[in-house]
């Protein structure tokens, strides 16, 4: 989410996506072969029950997590994520994970950052947590210059943004702006706490932990409620659970939608049955070739950039994505295209899914 990215504008054969690979190899740079071993991400695989996970047999996985997705939502949030919280409690172990997030408005209407934001609550192993995350309008990852004439106006919305989430949930956090990032710290310094990515601008959250798990429960529908009167998009996720468990879950609220995300370990050439199993509205995504861009641009500021191949709908396309852009922003998709063999846009991944 921190980085900047394009995919190609038409969609593609497996053999046309393998052909890039061919295509970075004449460039000198070391992509996958179809046979070699490689780690698969499925994302949105909708199914019809938690067993449906089945068809990925013949594979290897792991972070196995079943999504509830509940579109246009209207109800309490203090009594959904109860209900959730009362399951857990039944079936908590060491590797057991449940979070339900949900969006909160920010007030005032801001010039660099979405109105829109998201929380999660979510139950651990021994502890709970709140989670809020922040989006902007743009993506300008560390070490870039773009926006350097904004940054003290963005820094400043982004720590109101963040004191407004704090304020409602009543923590016993202090905000500061220092060395051109926002600084969060935690009164309490027994009490684990974590804030990502301050520096860059794009999305950014802090992380507060409890050991009482009931703690968050009651802030996190106040929160909730400054979404109110608009209907939210609701998930909740669940990893580490009997079948026995998640069906207990799904009785929570039968209307909600599944969908499972994991890793798959195959060879890339298994990508295409991959994709069939987890039709219609599976996507997958997989690294086609790592590099660093002074391997091709020895003359501009080095880059990380990552060329995958993305499934979905039956078709595949090719993705590109940068720590940063080391070419001016005019000219990054006219190189892409030449690297790539195909057009391509601008296409940032979504801040909450």
């Known amino acids: 989410m921190r980085e900047r990215r394009w995919e190609t504008t038409t969609p593609l054969s497996f053999d046309q996506a393998l052909a890039v690979g061919d295509r970075l190899a004449a460039l000198g740079l070391k992509p996958a072969v179809p046979a070699q071993d490689v780690i698969c991400y499925v994302e949105e695989w909708t199914v019809g029950a938690p067993d449906e ?4 047999d013949p594979w290897a996985t792991e972070d196995v997590t079943l999504v509830h997705i509940r579109e246009r939502w209207r109800g309490d949030f203090f009594l959904l994520s109860g209900a959730y919280h009362t399951v857990y409690q039944h079936h908590q172990d060491v590797g057991t994970y449940c ?3 949900h969006p909160w408005r920010i007030r005032e209407v801001l010039r660099f950052h979405e109105q829109r934001a998201m929380f999660w609550i979510g139950f651990r192993h021994a502890h709970a947590f709140i989670r809020i995350r922040l989006q902007t309008h743009a993506v300008i990852t560390p070490g870039e210059m773009r926006g350097d004439d904004e940054r003290t106006h963005w820094l400043d919305e982004r720590r109101a943004a963040f004191l407004e989430a704090i ?26 706490f974590f804030c990502s990515w301050p520096d860059a601008f794009g999305p ?14 009651v802030p996190a ?7 109110t009167p608009e209907p939210a998009g609701v998930r909740a996720y669940l990893t580490g659970f009997s079948e026995a468990a998640l069906a207990e879950f799904q009785a929570i609220e039968p209307a909600a939608r599944f969908a499972y995300r994991c890793s798959v370990h195959c060879p890339l050439d298994d990508l295409p ?9 599976g996507i997958l995504y997989a690294t086609l070739c790592e590099f660093q861009t002074h391997t091709l641009l020895p003359e501009r500021d080095d880059a990380s ?7 979905a709908n039956g078709q595949f396309k090719i993705e590109a994505r940068l720590n940063q852009a080391p070419l001016p922003e005019d000219a990054m998709a006219l190189w892409l295209e030449r690297l790539i063999g195909h057009p391509v846009v601008y296409a940032p991944l979504p801040a909450f899914v």
């Not at 529908?221 to 979404?227: D, G, I, Q």
């Open 273 to 281: 049955e991959i994709l069939t199993a987890i039709q219609p509205d």
């Open 53 to 56: 996970f089945d068809q990925l």
């Open 204 to 217: 950014c959250q802090f992380e507060y932990n409890t050991t009482d798990a009931f703690e968050f429960l």
């Open 167 to 192: 304020t409602v949930l009543d923590l016993p956090i202090e905000t500061h702006v220092e060395k051109k990032a926002v600084v969060l710290r935690s009164s309490d310094a027994s009490v684990p």
């Open 221 to 227: 529908s106040k929160l909730a409620e400054t979404f």
């Open 99 to 101: 979070s339900i997030s």
């Open 305 to 311: 950039a990552i060329i995958g191949i993305v499934g």
